[in-house]
């Protein structure tokens, strides 16, 4: 089935402008997730949302990053008055909880990531 | 806070040799994730381990934890020029198996022939 898609694949702005990046989680899953990956470095927990239930925000970073998910599927992560530390992969992922059959430990949380958005600020 | 270390960050290897790579975390969990990302594309999901001494093997790679120790680790096995990637572990301290996971810096392997 189709996986987790993302656009724009590469985006280049320049310091100061809005962005947009979008996010189209697997049909189904509940649970939504972006995170940010600088050149070289691990991923950075941005915010998340699951359900209907309020997101968690703790990883945004700064009052210039939102994000929104209409309808409990798409994504918008918005990015205003870009600075170029902002430079980054962006990632999405989603996943949906899951149990084991027999003994059961509790739901687990894989989560399936996106191609991300290489966001270029000049 | 939860604090996920991988280690090492860098492994260069000969084809045909074994290594491990170590994740270690800091707070009690029982589920604890395998990622793969080739160069310039997305994170793969590998393996998934959801009790003390789950192990799980795909090929040349084994997974295993041991949730006492706090310890994932990752073994490999003849390596082959294919194996060449980011490795990331990831933790999950949630209960209600949608919430967000903390990742390790992750292992940058490349092997050679």
């Known amino acids: 089935g189709a996986g987790v898609s993302q656009s724009p694949s590469n985006k280049v702005t320049e310091k100061g402008k809005d962005v947009e990046l979008r996010c189209d989680p697997i049909?189904?899953?509940?649970?939504l997730y972006w995170y940010r990956q600088s050149l070289g470095q691990g991923l950075e927990f941005l915010i998340y949302?699951?359900?209907?239930?309020?997101?968690?925000k703790s990883g945004l970073p700064s009052d210039r990053f939102s994000a929104e998910r209409t309808g409990g599927s798409v994504s918008t992560l918005t990015i205003q008055r870009t600075q170029q530390e902002d430079s980054a992969v962006y990632l999405c992922?989603?996943?949906?909880?899951?149990?084991?059959?027999?003994?059961?430990?509790?739901?687990?949380?894989?989560?399936?990531f996106g191609p991300g958005t290489r966001l270029t600020v000049l | 806070e939860l604090k996920v270390e991988q280690n090492p960050l860098f492994l260069s290897m000969q084809e045909g040799k074994n290594y491990t790579i170590y994740c270690n975390y800091s707070?009690?969990?029982?589920?604890l994730y395998w990622y793969r990302q080739d160069p310039g594309k997305s994170l793969e999901s590998l393996f998934v381990?959801?009790?003390?001494?789950a192990v799980k093997q795909e090929g040349r790679l084994m997974a295993s934890l041991d949730t006492k120790a706090r310890l994932s680790t990752l073994h490999i096995t003849a390596a082959v020029h294919d194996l060449s990637a980011t490795y990331f572990c990831a933790v999950d301290i949630g209960k209600s198996g949608s919430e967000k996971l903390v990742f390790g810096k992750g292992t940058k392997l490349t092997v050679n022939p």
């Open positions: 381990l959801l009790s003390n001494g």
């Open positions: 049909s189904g899953h509940t649970a």
């Open positions: 992922a989603s996943s949906r909880p899951k149990r084991l059959a027999g003994a059961d430990p509790g739901p687990y949380n894989e989560q399936f």
């Open positions: 949302f699951q359900g209907n239930s309020a997101p968690d």
């Open positions: 707070t009690t969990s029982d589920r």
